[in-house]
């Protein structure tokens, strides 16, 4: 009887174990990007190319501000594209840009 209502317990923690897992493997994986249309995305103005700002509407963005040298970009140096706690669950692209971007330290 206890064997049933200990396997019986543990189900949730198996349950919980495999969602976190699963959860960082598509973390790992990257998510997907983020589309320049997406709420989030338009409210902070982001690019995927830093190009392509409208420097009307953002005065303060210069040309060398990208994702990759912002202190919020997750990713690694070099890659292409990477996590963004802004955007949860989505990939920015290294070269893009929006008007949260801080000079990384």
């Known amino acids: 009887m206890s064997n049933r209502r200990q396997f019986l317990k543990t189900i949730p923690i198996v349950a919980a174990g495999a969602m976190a897992v699963s959860t960082l493997a598509r973390a790992q994986a990257g998510g997907a990007m983020v589309d320049e249309k997406d ?3 338009v409210s902070l103005g982001y690019k995927a190319d830093t190009n392509k700002v409208d420097k009307a509407k953002y005065p303060k963005h210069e040309a060398s501000q990208h ?7 997750q990713g690694k140096a070099g890659d292409a594209k990477g996590p963004c706690p802004l955007f949860a669950g989505k990939q ?3 070269n893009g840009w929006c008007s ?3 000079k990384k330290a």
């Open 39 to 41: 709420p989030q995305a």
């Open 67 to 73: 994702c990759g040298n912002c202190q919020l970009y």
């Open 92 to 94: 920015v692209a290294m």
């Open 100 to 102: 949260a971007w801080v």
